[in-house]
């Protein structure tokens, strides 16, 4: 099922909602398709009856493993947005892992040749914090999603430059006849603005450490 969107917020915008690659649901289908045929020979042959309630219980349990695999299939979601990475599975609980896009500091990709010829591979994924490294394994082309994810946080790199740009711009005088802001003036206007929400953080302490190194 999709990424539920009232879990993004105001600004924040889908770029990939996938789910595991279809090789995936290759072992429990496998099995299926095994006993199946065992099920159809044994109706085939004389030595069905002593064996059929042992042949019905293999099939059964094999339906079950491949609807219950093919549930957490459709359950799970690797989502690349323009603010964070998110991985969330669970058919009944949920569990999952958020990263943001700011955090991120290398993306690996690991594919196996039988793997390039389907279109499968593994990420990992690099990001300052407790977390450190994360693995995800079934991606599908892992090296698209890669680039795609690098572009995310250029594109959220750009976004907060332009921020601070019009941040400083607002902070500057008016008017080029205005009296001239002192550093320190514009380093509290830029408070200002960070009580205010229009910046982060992070962009308040880099804008200061910027207008600091001009004193």
Do not use: C
């Not at 995936?24 to 044994?42: D, E, F, K, R």
């Not at 690797?78 to 958020?98: A, M």
């Not at 591979?121 to 991606?139: C, V, Y």
């Amino acid at each position: 099922m999709p990424f539920p969107t009232h879990l993004l917020t105001e600004d924040e915008d889908l770029v990939l909602d996938l789910r595991p690659h279809w090789w995936y649901l290759a072992p429990s289908g496998a099995l299926l398709v095994v006993v199946t045929l065992v099920a159809l020979a044994a109706l085939r042959s004389s030595w069905w009856g002593p064996l059929d309630w042992t042949i019905l219980l293999l099939f059964l349990v094999a339906v079950g493993f491949f609807g219950f695999t093919y549930l957490q299939w459709t359950t799970t979601n690797f989502v690349v947005t323009n603010e964070r990475l998110v991985s969330r599975k669970g058919v009944i609980s949920k569990e999952g892992v958020e990263i943001p896009l700011d955090r991120i500091n290398t993306v690996f990709f690991n594919q196996s040749i039988f793997e390039r010829i389907i279109g499968a591979g593994d990420l990992g994924i690099e990001s300052a914090g407790e977390g450190g490294r994360q693995e995800f394994t079934d991606i599908r082309k892992p090296n698209l999603v890669q680039n795609e994810i690098y572009r995310q946080v250029e594109s959220l790199e750009d976004r907060r430059l332009r921020r601070l740009g019009q941040a400083a711009a607002e902070a500057a005088p008016a008017t080029p006849a205005g009296p001239q802001l002192s550093i320190p003036e514009q380093i509290e206007k830029l408070d200002q603005l960070r009580r205010q929400g229009v910046v982060t953080d992070e962009e308040f302490e880099a804008k200061k450490r910027e207008l600091l190194d001009r004193m």
